[in-house]
């Protein structure tokens, strides 16, 4: 996101947090609590969505959501696509998780840039 919107990647967690309002982009988990052993998003289970009914009735301004990887997307895809409004767009950039090494930076950050012209 940092060089997505243009801030220090190690502003302080709140000049990070202002970068982003001023660019009109939230983040928020499609998962408010899981199991998980490890790290790896296989191994989620329990899980508990985040309120996106209550969101999207909060939000409604929102246009394009994009999921951090496969895995943010089915899992709420599962769990919360019923609440998803139609004139909403989706999209879906790699993981930027260091796990996700199938995808150097410059082919992330480039997808990320390409689901942000979405």
């Not at 940092?2 to 499609?30: C, M, Q, T």
């Amino acid at each position: 996101m940092s060089e997505l919107v243009g801030f220090a990647h190690d502003a302080p967690y709140e000049k990070r947090l202002e970068f982003l309002r001023k660019n009109k982009i939230a983040l928020w988990d499609s998962v408010h609590a899981c199991a998980r052993a490890g790290s790896l998003d296989s191994n989620i289970k329990d899980v508990v969505p985040n309120d996106f009914k209550t969101f999207f009735k909060k939000h409604k301004n929102i246009k394009l959501i994009i999921f951090n990887g496969q895995a943010a997307h089915k899992l709420f895809k599962k769990h919360c696509s019923q609440f998803l409004p139609s004139e909403i767009k989706i999209a879906i950039a790699p993981s930027t998780s260091p796990a996700n090494a199938m995808c150097s930076y410059e082919e992330k950050l480039n997808a990320w840039k390409n689901a942000l012209r979405t």
